[in-house]
């Protein structure tokens, strides 16, 4: 009898550990890049049932996910995904920053000692160098002694290179004075043939050689303002804001095949190189996980030039919706029904612009950060005899310290003056120094978000924070980067591997992600992960 429940227990021993060591052959990140989480709803009604559809019916929707941080832009925000934690650790403090140590302009996946593959432009000298932890990529990557494959792509550098980490096999990306995807020598001396096949087949110029015309009749687009408004960006080569876009015709005026980005065509591209991806590279097909990190660019190309309301987007979202039911599609019949792990969540969100909530009698507008910083320069010179901003951006001023050290001024003096100066301006809501950043610990709100955007070594010496539907930007489209919901809240939602149907109001972090990743697939959390496993989603 003894000899019995000692074996039941081995049994269950092996059972147990067995089930513990079971990991899905793929993992798929999508992000869609500027999606907020009410665009599921929204566009609900058109959606076809193997898109988004699937996998809220099918997944897990975690429908109170939100950025931990600002500013809320791309490059912070594939960042922040993917190592689980936000710029105060992992560096990435925006798109472009003002570099102190080099005193020039930096941008987010520079990298000045790789070469491009590809190309012979100045966009393919990018790498992950800049940012300062590892990925739940690497984490993969490390933890299957590299035997994982890790591959990411996009239309925008940053979008495929940050997610894929420091020891990706492989991230491209696209560059239109090629019309195809390029890389750099970070990750290889030259293209694969295959990729060189798939730009041969030149369907950027094949997508771009036919006007953008709306999927269903354009009177079905009732979720949308009038095609013809005037909160639309209106492109070179048109005189209205309005379908048929004659692309053949007006690409010539607006970047060539770069203008394939903001058209939902874009899209399109992606899912094409991205099942090229997994087809020609066996993703899935051994006993190791693989990763494919994919980022939709064009949502955000489009929402910045038509903005939230137009039928340009509500277009985009309705194609997307196609393209991403392909490439689920093909992710079945490359690894299997249920072998996949799936998550889409997005890079930030996007307020709606900001003259047309005006017109709705809503507060809002716009700010002019120039004119602020040219006021600025004008009240520190008049007071110290220069005028001690290196940089005014990103909502951040980057104070002179040689010269306030020179002088033997208390940088911390300084930063409130210029904190009290900048406080009185209508547009501006909230400061925070340098100083107190360094001295103190927020818990919550704003300053919360703030402070986890704010990286010592990199971040300037005063940070602002304009009221909520103020954008520095132009009348029409729409920008983000604020710490408010409209930019922090974006869909995220789990399917396949191991994933139970269903859905949660709690709120959530995108920090979250990574943790839950590692999590899921029994591996080290990525090394600067401040996030958490989402209890729902991992027992
Ligand atoms: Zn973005």
């Known amino acids: 009898m003894k000899k019995l429940a000692l074996i039941i227990i081995s049994a269950n021993i092996i059972f147990s550990t067995q089930a513990q ?13 500027q999606m907020r989480y009410d665009y599921i709803y929204r566009y609900w009604d058109k959606f076809g049932n193997d898109g988004f559809k699937r996998l809220v019916n099918q997944g897990f929707f ?22 689980g ?29 790789v070469n491009p593959v590809g190309t012979i432009a100045i966009e393919g000298k990018r790498s992950p160098v800049n940012m300062l932890t590892t990925t739940i990529t690497d984490e993969l990557r490390i933890s299957s002694n590299m035997k994982s494959k890790v591959i990411g792509i996009a239309l925008k550098d940053r979008s495929a290179i940050l997610p894929a980490g420091h020891t990706a096999n492989a991230a491209y990306w696209y560059d239109g004075s090629v019309g195809g995807f390029i890389t750099s020598t970070y990750y290889m001396k030259e293209l694969p043939v295959w990729v060189n096949d798939f730009n041969k087949k030149e369907l950027a110029k094949k997508y771009m050689s036919q006007p953008w015309n709306t999927l269903l009749p354009i009177e079905q687009y009732t979720e949308s303002l009038p095609d013809d408004n005037k909160y639309e960006f209106i492109a070179k080569g048109e005189t209205k804001p309005v379908f048929p876009h004659n692309l053949p015709e007006t690409q010539k005026l607006n970047g060539g095949l770069n203008m394939i980005r903001s058209t939902p065509f874009g899209n399109s591209l992606t899912k094409d190189f991205a099942m090229e991806v997994l087809k020609n590279e066996n993703m899935g097909k051994s006993s190791s ?9 064009s949502p955000d190309y489009i929402g910045h030039t038509y903005g939230p309301n137009s039928v340009e987007q509500e277009d985009d979202y309705l194609r997307l919706d196609k393209d991403l039911a392909e490439l689920l599609k093909f992710i079945d019949t490359q690894v299997g ?27 809002s507008g716009y700010v002019n950060e120039k004119k602020i910083a040219d006021s600025l320069k004008k009240y520190l010179f ?24 020179s002088k033997k001024l208390m ?46 070594k990199r971040s300037g010496d005063v940070l602002i924070n304009y009221l909520p539907a103020y954008i520095d930007y132009a009348p029409y489209g729409t920008t983000h980067g604020s710490p408010y919901s409209y930019d922090t809240h974006v869909p995220l939602i789990f399917y396949g591997w191991n994933i139970k149907q269903g859905s949660s109001s709690e709120q959530v972090y995108i920090t979250d992600v990574a943790a839950t990743l590692a999590m899921m697939l029994n591996i080290q959390f990525p090394n600067g992960c401040t996030g958490k496993p989402i209890s729902f989603l991992v027992k």
């Open 85 to 113: 934690t936000t710029p105060a650790v992992h560096g990435i403090i925006s798109n472009d920053w003002y570099d102190k140590t080099m005193g020039k302009n930096m941008y987010c996946a520079q990298d000045d000692k």
């Open 62 to 83: 975690c429908r109170n996910t939100n950025y931990n941080y600002v500013p809320t832009y791309t490059g912070p925000g594939h960042t922040s995904i993917y190592t």
């Open 411 to 456: 940088l911390s003096l300084v930063e409130e003056d210029v904190a009290e100066f900048l406080r009185h301006f209508a547009e501006v809501s909230e400061v925070l120094t340098g100083n107190v950043l360094n001295n103190s610990q927020f818990t919550e709100g704003s300053r919360y978000l703030m402070q986890k955007g704010y990286n010592a």
């Open 21 to 33: 060591n079971s990991k899905p052959k793929l993992v798929v990140g999508i992000v869609v890049d």
């Open 382 to 405: 008049k007071n110290y005899g220069d005028t001690l901003v290196l940089s005014f951006s990103n909502q951040q001023v980057f104070l002179n310290h040689k010269f306030i050290d």
């Open 289 to 297: 996980t693989d990763f494919l990190a994919v980022s939709f660019s």
């Open 337 to 363: 029904a249920n072998n996949a792990l799936v998550f889409l969540t997005a890079d930030h969100a996007a307020p709606e612009v900001p003259n047309y909530l005006t017109d709705l009698k809503i507060p």
